[in-house]
Protein backbone atom coordinates (compact mmCIF):
# COMPACT_ATOMS: atom_id res chain seq x y z
CA UNK A 1 0.00 0.00 0.00
CA UNK A 2 1.31 3.17 -1.07
CA UNK A 3 2.11 6.15 1.30
CA UNK A 4 -0.13 8.93 1.81
CA UNK A 5 0.55 11.89 -0.89
CA UNK A 6 0.99 15.02 -0.38
CA UNK A 7 -1.14 17.88 -0.78
CA UNK A 8 -0.39 19.33 -3.98
CA UNK A 9 2.07 22.37 -3.62
CA UNK A 10 0.68 24.46 -6.36
CA UNK A 11 -2.69 25.13 -4.56
CA UNK A 12 -1.14 27.52 -1.99
CA UNK A 13 0.26 29.41 -4.93
CA UNK A 14 -3.47 30.39 -6.26
CA UNK A 15 -3.68 33.54 -3.89
CA UNK A 16 -0.51 35.42 -5.46
CA UNK A 17 -1.59 34.36 -8.66
CA UNK A 18 -4.87 36.04 -8.30
CA UNK A 19 -2.54 39.02 -7.25
CA UNK A 20 -0.77 38.73 -10.23
CA UNK A 21 -3.26 38.94 -12.45
CA UNK A 22 -5.02 42.11 -11.40
CA UNK A 23 -1.95 43.55 -13.17
CA UNK A 24 -2.85 46.33 -15.56
CA UNK A 25 -0.90 44.86 -17.63
CA UNK A 26 -2.04 41.30 -17.17
CA UNK A 27 0.47 38.08 -15.28
CA UNK A 28 3.54 37.12 -16.08
CA UNK A 29 3.42 33.44 -15.00
CA UNK A 30 7.16 32.66 -14.65
CA UNK A 31 6.28 29.92 -11.63
CA UNK A 32 6.29 26.70 -14.01
CA UNK A 33 8.09 25.34 -16.77
CA UNK A 34 5.90 24.42 -19.64
CA UNK A 35 7.27 25.09 -22.95
CA UNK A 36 5.13 28.41 -25.16
CA UNK A 37 7.00 27.99 -27.98
CA UNK A 38 5.66 26.21 -31.25
CA UNK A 39 6.27 22.29 -31.54
CA UNK A 40 8.39 21.96 -34.44
CA UNK A 41 7.61 21.47 -38.10
CA UNK A 42 9.60 18.66 -38.54
CA UNK A 43 7.97 16.25 -35.58
CA UNK A 44 4.48 17.89 -36.24
CA UNK A 45 4.76 16.37 -39.92
CA UNK A 46 6.33 13.21 -38.55
CA UNK A 47 3.31 12.89 -36.19
CA UNK A 48 0.15 13.81 -39.20
CA UNK A 49 2.17 10.80 -41.49
CA UNK A 50 1.94 8.33 -38.82
CA UNK A 51 -1.70 9.16 -37.88
CA UNK A 52 -3.47 6.00 -39.83
CA UNK A 53 -2.07 3.75 -36.69
CA UNK A 54 -4.99 0.89 -36.38
CA UNK A 55 -2.71 -1.44 -34.59
CA UNK A 56 -1.10 -2.03 -31.09
CA UNK A 57 2.17 -0.01 -30.93
CA UNK A 58 5.70 -2.21 -29.15
CA UNK A 59 5.91 -0.86 -25.89
CA UNK A 60 9.94 -1.33 -26.67
CA UNK A 61 9.81 1.12 -29.22
CA UNK A 62 10.49 1.06 -32.56
CA UNK A 63 13.17 0.25 -34.12
CA UNK A 64 13.70 2.93 -35.86
CA UNK A 65 13.20 5.35 -32.65
CA UNK A 66 15.81 3.40 -30.27
CA UNK A 67 18.42 3.83 -33.43
CA UNK A 68 17.44 7.54 -33.40
CA UNK A 69 17.63 8.40 -30.00
CA UNK A 70 20.83 5.91 -29.40
CA UNK A 71 22.25 8.34 -31.98
CA UNK A 72 21.39 11.61 -30.21
CA UNK A 73 22.28 10.38 -27.11
CA UNK A 74 26.08 9.18 -29.21
CA UNK A 75 25.96 13.12 -31.18
CA UNK A 76 24.96 14.78 -28.27
CA UNK A 77 26.14 13.52 -25.36
CA UNK A 78 29.01 11.66 -26.09
CA UNK A 79 27.43 8.60 -24.36
CA UNK A 80 27.71 5.34 -26.12
CA UNK A 81 24.20 3.95 -25.88
CA UNK A 82 22.53 0.20 -26.93
CA UNK A 83 19.42 1.21 -28.92
CA UNK A 84 18.24 -1.98 -27.19
CA UNK A 85 18.73 -0.59 -23.97
CA UNK A 86 16.57 1.87 -24.92
CA UNK A 87 13.16 1.99 -23.51
CA UNK A 88 10.58 4.87 -24.60
CA UNK A 89 8.09 6.31 -22.20
CA UNK A 90 4.92 8.38 -21.45
CA UNK A 91 6.63 11.39 -20.52
CA UNK A 92 9.09 11.36 -18.26
CA UNK A 93 7.01 12.51 -15.57
CA UNK A 94 4.89 9.12 -15.34
CA UNK A 95 8.07 7.40 -15.54
CA UNK A 96 9.48 9.33 -11.92
CA UNK A 97 6.87 8.65 -10.63
CA UNK A 98 6.14 4.77 -10.89
CA UNK A 99 10.19 3.61 -11.14
CA UNK A 100 10.71 2.54 -7.83
CA UNK A 101 8.01 0.51 -7.56
CA UNK A 102 9.05 -1.53 -11.21
CA UNK A 103 12.34 -1.38 -10.14
CA UNK A 104 10.95 -3.38 -6.84
CA UNK A 105 10.95 -1.23 -4.56
CA UNK A 106 8.49 -1.80 -1.49
CA UNK A 107 7.90 -1.54 2.37
CA UNK A 108 11.00 -1.15 4.20
CA UNK A 109 13.28 0.02 1.50
CA UNK A 110 14.48 3.56 0.77
CA UNK A 111 14.90 6.26 -1.94
CA UNK A 112 17.42 9.06 -1.77
CA UNK A 113 16.78 12.22 -3.14
CA UNK A 114 18.33 15.40 -3.76
CA UNK A 115 17.73 18.05 -0.74
CA UNK A 116 16.47 20.28 -3.18
CA UNK A 117 14.04 18.36 -5.75
CA UNK A 118 11.68 17.89 -7.97
CA UNK A 119 8.54 16.77 -5.62
CA UNK A 120 7.65 13.26 -7.76
CA UNK A 121 11.25 12.17 -6.67
CA UNK A 122 9.31 12.00 -3.19
CA UNK A 123 5.86 10.70 -4.71
CA UNK A 124 7.51 7.86 -6.54
CA UNK A 125 8.93 6.08 -3.41
CA UNK A 126 5.36 6.91 -1.74
CA UNK A 127 3.71 5.18 -4.07
CA UNK A 128 5.94 2.46 -4.12
CA UNK A 129 5.46 2.65 -0.10
CA UNK A 130 8.83 3.16 0.15
CA UNK A 131 10.44 6.06 2.21
CA UNK A 132 12.39 8.89 0.61
CA UNK A 133 15.12 11.01 2.53
CA UNK A 134 16.73 13.91 1.25
CA UNK A 135 20.38 13.81 1.19
CA UNK A 136 22.73 17.34 0.78
CA UNK A 137 25.65 17.04 -1.40
CA UNK A 138 24.83 13.25 -2.72
CA UNK A 139 27.32 11.28 -1.07
CA UNK A 140 26.49 12.09 2.78
CA UNK A 141 23.98 9.13 3.20
CA UNK A 142 25.94 8.13 6.64
CA UNK A 143 25.00 4.35 7.38
CA UNK A 144 22.06 4.41 5.17
CA UNK A 145 22.12 2.07 2.50
CA UNK A 146 19.29 3.08 -0.30
CA UNK A 147 17.49 0.93 -2.94
CA UNK A 148 17.72 3.54 -5.17
CA UNK A 149 19.78 7.51 -5.44
CA UNK A 150 18.06 10.02 -7.66
CA UNK A 151 20.43 12.82 -8.83
CA UNK A 152 19.08 15.74 -11.51
CA UNK A 153 21.57 17.56 -13.84
CA UNK A 154 20.90 20.36 -14.46
CA UNK A 155 19.21 20.32 -11.35
CA UNK A 156 15.20 21.78 -11.02
CA UNK A 157 14.84 23.76 -9.23
CA UNK A 158 18.45 25.16 -8.89
CA UNK A 159 20.54 24.52 -12.57
CA UNK A 160 22.94 23.19 -10.34
CA UNK A 161 25.20 20.85 -12.97
CA UNK A 162 27.08 18.30 -12.09
CA UNK A 163 30.68 17.85 -13.01
CA UNK A 164 32.11 14.95 -14.04
CA UNK A 165 34.22 14.55 -11.14
CA UNK A 166 31.62 14.24 -8.74
CA UNK A 167 29.78 12.11 -10.99
CA UNK A 168 32.44 9.60 -10.97
CA UNK A 169 32.58 9.87 -7.02
CA UNK A 170 28.71 8.73 -6.92
CA UNK A 171 28.92 5.77 -9.85
CA UNK A 172 31.63 4.32 -7.59
CA UNK A 173 29.84 4.95 -4.08
CA UNK A 174 26.30 3.20 -5.59
CA UNK A 175 28.37 0.22 -7.48
CA UNK A 176 30.30 -0.87 -3.48
CA UNK A 177 26.76 -0.78 -2.54
CA UNK A 178 24.63 -2.37 -5.14
CA UNK A 179 22.40 0.66 -5.37
CA UNK A 180 20.90 1.50 -8.38
CA UNK A 181 21.83 5.20 -9.43
CA UNK A 182 19.06 7.00 -11.31
CA UNK A 183 20.00 10.30 -13.54
CA UNK A 184 17.42 12.38 -14.42
CA UNK A 185 19.01 14.68 -17.25
CA UNK A 186 15.67 15.83 -18.84
CA UNK A 187 17.71 19.10 -19.42
CA UNK A 188 20.92 17.71 -20.97
CA UNK A 189 20.79 19.99 -23.88
CA UNK A 190 20.25 23.28 -21.83
CA UNK A 191 23.68 23.88 -20.21
CA UNK A 192 24.50 27.68 -20.20
CA UNK A 193 27.52 28.37 -17.85
CA UNK A 194 28.32 24.75 -17.90
CA UNK A 195 28.37 21.67 -19.62
CA UNK A 196 25.91 19.18 -18.38
CA UNK A 197 27.54 15.76 -18.46
CA UNK A 198 25.36 12.27 -18.64
CA UNK A 199 26.04 9.58 -15.80
CA UNK A 200 26.39 7.16 -18.56
CA UNK A 201 29.43 9.05 -20.81
CA UNK A 202 32.67 7.08 -20.40
CA UNK A 203 34.72 9.04 -18.46
CA UNK A 204 31.79 9.35 -15.48
CA UNK A 205 31.32 5.43 -15.42
CA UNK A 206 33.99 3.68 -18.10
CA UNK A 207 32.19 1.23 -20.62
CA UNK A 208 30.13 -0.37 -18.17
CA UNK A 209 26.24 0.83 -17.61
CA UNK A 210 25.58 -1.83 -14.76
CA UNK A 211 23.35 -0.12 -11.85
CA UNK A 212 22.92 3.16 -13.82
CA UNK A 213 19.59 4.54 -15.39
CA UNK A 214 19.45 7.78 -17.53
CA UNK A 215 16.04 9.70 -17.79
CA UNK A 216 15.72 11.72 -20.94
CA UNK A 217 12.74 14.16 -22.26
CA UNK A 218 11.33 15.62 -25.74
CA UNK A 219 9.07 18.36 -23.30
CA UNK A 220 11.63 21.04 -22.91
CA UNK A 221 14.23 20.25 -25.85
CA UNK A 222 11.70 19.94 -28.40
CA UNK A 223 8.60 21.86 -27.13
CA UNK A 224 7.09 17.96 -26.72
CA UNK A 225 5.52 18.23 -23.30
CA UNK A 226 2.20 17.65 -25.03
CA UNK A 227 2.94 14.64 -26.71
CA UNK A 228 4.25 12.88 -23.64
CA UNK A 229 7.40 11.51 -25.16
CA UNK A 230 10.54 10.40 -23.26
CA UNK A 231 13.01 7.18 -22.37
CA UNK A 232 15.21 5.85 -20.28
CA UNK A 233 18.59 3.72 -20.85
CA UNK A 234 21.12 2.45 -19.13
CA UNK A 235 21.49 -1.07 -17.71
CA UNK A 236 20.23 -3.27 -20.23
CA UNK A 237 19.22 -6.05 -17.17
CA UNK A 238 17.74 -2.83 -15.62
CA UNK A 239 15.98 -2.07 -18.84
CA UNK A 240 14.73 -5.52 -19.60
CA UNK A 241 12.92 -5.33 -16.26
CA UNK A 242 11.27 -2.72 -17.12
CA UNK A 243 10.33 -3.72 -20.47
CA UNK A 244 8.53 -6.92 -19.13
CA UNK A 245 6.62 -4.88 -16.25
CA UNK A 246 5.35 -2.30 -18.88
CA UNK A 247 4.10 -4.67 -21.00
CA UNK A 248 1.82 -6.37 -18.96
CA UNK A 249 0.67 -2.84 -17.58
CA UNK A 250 -0.25 -1.75 -20.85
CA UNK A 251 2.42 1.04 -20.82
CA UNK A 252 2.64 2.02 -24.31
CA UNK A 253 3.71 4.84 -25.93
CA UNK A 254 1.15 5.55 -29.05
CA UNK A 255 2.36 4.72 -32.12
CA UNK A 256 2.29 8.62 -34.04
CA UNK A 257 3.98 9.82 -31.00
CA UNK A 258 6.78 7.67 -31.80
CA UNK A 259 7.38 8.61 -34.91
CA UNK A 260 7.22 11.73 -34.02
CA UNK A 261 10.11 11.10 -31.51
CA UNK A 262 12.45 9.69 -34.15
CA UNK A 263 11.89 12.96 -36.09
CA UNK A 264 12.34 15.12 -33.25
CA UNK A 265 15.88 13.12 -31.63
CA UNK A 266 17.14 13.08 -35.77
CA UNK A 267 16.75 17.21 -36.11
CA UNK A 268 19.17 19.24 -34.34
CA UNK A 269 18.39 22.41 -36.29
CA UNK A 270 15.07 23.12 -33.96
CA UNK A 271 17.04 22.31 -30.48
CA UNK A 272 19.25 25.13 -31.50
CA UNK A 273 16.51 27.62 -32.16
CA UNK A 274 15.02 26.97 -29.17
CA UNK A 275 18.44 26.77 -26.98
CA UNK A 276 18.83 30.26 -28.55
CA UNK A 277 15.25 31.64 -27.70
CA UNK A 278 15.92 30.66 -24.24
CA UNK A 279 19.07 31.69 -23.82
CA UNK A 280 17.63 35.78 -24.71
CA UNK A 281 14.89 35.21 -22.32
CA UNK A 282 17.49 33.79 -19.91
CA UNK A 283 19.74 37.10 -20.33
CA UNK A 284 16.85 39.68 -20.02
CA UNK A 285 15.24 38.01 -16.69
CA UNK A 286 18.67 37.59 -15.04
CA UNK A 287 19.80 41.43 -15.81
CA UNK A 288 16.65 42.60 -14.46
CA UNK A 289 15.87 40.42 -11.65
CA UNK A 290 19.58 41.68 -10.58
CA UNK A 291 19.12 45.28 -11.03
CA UNK A 292 15.82 45.10 -8.89
CA UNK A 293 18.46 43.39 -6.20
CA UNK A 294 18.32 39.88 -5.92
CA UNK A 295 21.72 36.87 -6.35
CA UNK A 296 21.36 35.13 -8.49
CA UNK A 297 22.40 31.12 -7.12
CA UNK A 298 23.61 28.05 -9.39
CA UNK A 299 21.48 28.46 -12.54
CA UNK A 300 24.24 27.11 -14.86
CA UNK A 301 21.85 25.29 -16.75
CA UNK A 302 18.06 24.36 -17.22
CA UNK A 303 15.24 26.86 -17.57
CA UNK A 304 14.87 28.44 -14.43
CA UNK A 305 17.23 30.97 -12.45
CA UNK A 306 17.21 30.50 -8.49
CA UNK A 307 16.88 33.93 -6.98
CA UNK A 308 17.11 35.14 -3.56
CA UNK A 309 16.82 38.30 -1.47
CA UNK A 310 18.15 36.51 1.41
CA UNK A 311 14.21 36.88 2.86
CA UNK A 312 11.38 34.08 3.18
CA UNK A 313 10.65 32.80 -0.03
CA UNK A 314 6.89 33.65 0.65
CA UNK A 315 7.79 37.50 0.74
CA UNK A 316 9.71 37.19 -2.15
CA UNK A 317 6.56 36.05 -3.90
CA UNK A 318 4.07 38.45 -2.55
CA UNK A 319 6.36 40.95 -3.66
CA UNK A 320 6.86 39.80 -7.17
CA UNK A 321 3.23 39.21 -7.59
CA UNK A 322 2.61 43.00 -6.92
CA UNK A 323 4.53 43.45 -9.84
CA UNK A 324 1.93 41.07 -11.86
CA UNK A 325 5.30 38.35 -12.23
CA UNK A 326 4.43 35.10 -10.18
CA UNK A 327 7.11 32.36 -9.26
CA UNK A 328 7.28 29.47 -7.48
CA UNK A 329 8.72 29.63 -3.41
CA UNK A 330 11.95 27.81 -3.11
CA UNK A 331 10.09 25.73 -0.37
CA UNK A 332 8.31 23.85 -2.79
CA UNK A 333 11.54 21.95 -3.46
CA UNK A 334 12.93 20.94 -0.06
CA UNK A 335 13.60 23.18 3.28
CA UNK A 336 16.78 24.15 2.13
CA UNK A 337 14.78 26.53 -0.54
CA UNK A 338 12.89 28.22 1.71
CA UNK A 339 14.66 31.63 0.85
CA UNK A 340 15.01 30.67 -2.68
CA UNK A 341 12.29 31.71 -5.61
CA UNK A 342 12.22 29.58 -9.02
CA UNK A 343 12.16 31.52 -12.01
CA UNK A 344 11.37 29.90 -15.25
CA UNK A 345 12.41 31.70 -18.78
CA UNK A 346 9.80 29.74 -20.64
CA UNK A 347 7.29 32.70 -21.27
CA UNK A 348 6.90 34.17 -24.25
CA UNK A 349 9.51 36.93 -25.51
CA UNK A 350 6.60 39.69 -24.92
CA UNK A 351 6.07 38.58 -21.56
CA UNK A 352 9.54 38.35 -20.82
CA UNK A 353 10.09 42.00 -21.75
CA UNK A 354 6.86 42.92 -19.67
CA UNK A 355 8.18 41.19 -16.45
CA UNK A 356 11.57 43.06 -17.25
CA UNK A 357 9.98 46.41 -17.52
CA UNK A 358 8.49 46.08 -14.67
CA UNK A 359 11.66 45.07 -12.36
CA UNK A 360 13.16 48.13 -13.81
CA UNK A 361 10.87 50.20 -12.72
Known sequence: MFKTLPDFPWDLLAPYKHQAQQHPDGIVDLSIGTPVDPTPQVVRRALAEAADAPGYPATYGTPALREAAAGWLNRRLGVAADPG?????????????WLPTLLGAGPGDTVAIPSLAY?????GARLAG??????????????????????NSPSN??????PAE???????????????LISDE??????WDAEPVSVLRPDVCGDDHTGLLAVHSLSKRSNLAGYRAGFVT??????????EVRKHAGMIVPAPVQAAMTAAFGDDEHVEEQRARYARRRDALRTAFEAYGFRVDHSQGGLYLWVTRDEPCWDTVKTLAELGILVAPGEFYGERGAQHVRVAFTATDERVTAATVRLRG
Do not use: M, N
Request: aromatic share 6%; proline share 8%.
Open 85 to 97: AILPVIGTKELVA
Open 234 to 243: GDPALVKQLL
Open 186 to 191: CYAELG
Open 157 to 162: PTGQVL
Open 166 to 180: HLRKVVTWARERGVI
Open 119 to 123: PTYDV
Open 130 to 151: ADSFAVDGLLTLGPQTPKIVWI
